[in-house]
């Protein structure tokens, strides 16, 4: 009972998988993986494959690292298979950045399925719950957006500061430091600055542009003294 399903972003070879294991009329459930593009459609092939008269499921979702707005559809849809067969699901060990995802959308972080208790005041009218979910899936969205970038810039970041490492015989954190300092310098993204680094050292690759080439000289000498 293992679905895999692709995640949508190049270069990173990420799937969702679901397994599970019948105990009675209980299903245990586990996910592995990233909840984004494509999860739903493997949660739905697993739903679809279970037995007829279970009578609980319990999704353990400790081995998920990652989570987008997909994931949220992902919870929607097994609320809606619990409230169409009338069977209690509960999903539980959130951790990491998917735990913060809930946090950010206001729910329960321990079992997101699990009702939520009345509000204290019945003050709150529904359009300001209405916009603060707003604004909270707002900062949501822009957190999602700076993991994707910072994941999509690492690698090239790694490989320009062993390129660092091994010309100018420094640390680690001196290469960053060298990156950065240029990156400064020259009003230029870090990233931007990588990829030039990388790109000079591949045969017949271009040398960076004087001013960069200027300001990663001056900050390696000041970082390598």
């Not at 009329?25 to 984004?36: F, N, P, Q, T």
Request: proline share 7%; glycine share 8%.
């Amino acid at each position: 009972m293992t679905s895999p399903a692709q995640a949508p972003h190049a270069g990173r070879p990420d799937t969702l998988a679901v397994g599970g294991r019948t105990e009675g009329e209980r299903i245990l459930l586990s996910a592995r993986g990233e909840l984004v593009l494509g999860c739903t459609d493997t949660l739905a092939g697993t739903l679809a494959a279970l037995p007829a008269g279970v009578a609980r499921i319990e999704l353990d979702v400790s081995g998920v690292s990652f989570m987008d707005t997909a994931g949220l559809t992902f919870l929607t849809l097994l609320g809606d298979y619990a409230r169409r067969h009338r069977v209690p699901v509960a999903a539980t060990g959130w951790h990491g950045q998917p735990r913060r995802v809930l946090e950010l959308v206001g729910l329960d972080t321990t079992d997101p399925l699990r009702a939520a208790p009345p509000a204290a005041s019945g003050s709150r009218t529904a359009s300001a719950v209405a916009r603060e979910r707003a604004e909270q899936l707002e900062l949501l969205r822009l957190e999602i957006e700076q993991l994707r970038h910072a994941l999509d810039s690492r690698p090239v970041i790694d490989q320009a500061r062993g390129i660092l490492m091994a010309a100018h015989a420094c640390t680690p954190d001196q290469a960053w430091e060298i990156l950065r300092e240029a990156s400064q310098r020259t009003n230029t993204k870090l990233r931007q600055v990588a990829a030039a680094v990388t790109e000079s050292a591949t045969r017949d690759g271009p040398a960076p542009p004087g001013p960069l080439r200027a300001a990663l000289g001056e900050a390696a000498a000041r970082h390598t003294r």
